[in-house]
Nanobody
């Protein structure tokens, strides 16, 4: 049974930091692309960034320089370090797992097969 369980969400003031974790089980974690997504009320789910099986990362422009994705394949855990948070970062954050396509990972929602339940991040001004 595949499970992705996010943790670490919460409420912070603008400029603050949070670290999200995503514990994975039930699939070969080390071979999968892992992505972080977020969804704010009334908006579509959007990709934040992804990390390949060998640790190569890619980020959307709106989080570049502020967010860092990492993974520990031995622990089957994905991380999202979020710094310099702004109110616009307020959303439910999801981790997701998907097989590489053509050896690459993508931000597109449809390229991910397994999803966590989400964790809420609220940034106040």
């Amino acid at each position: 049974q595949v499970r992705l369980v996010e943790s670490g969400g919460g409420s912070v003031q603008a400029g603050g930091s949070l670290r999200l974790s995503c514990a994975a089980s039930g699939f070969p974690f080390s071979t999968y692309c892992m992505g972080w997504f977020r969804q704010a009320p009334g908006k579509e789910r959007e990709g934040v960034g992804d990390i390949s099986s060998d640790g190569e990362t890619s980020y959307r422009d709106f989080v570049k320089g502020r967010f860092t994705i990492s993974r520990d394949n031995a622990k089957a855990t994905l991380y999202l370090e979020m710094n310099s948070l702004i109110p616009e970062d307020t959303a439910t954050y999801y981790c997701a797992a998907g097989r590489p396509r053509g050896g690459q990972c993508f931000w597109a929602v449809q390229t991910y097969t397994y999803w966590g339940q989400g964790t809420q991040v609220t940034v106040s001004s």
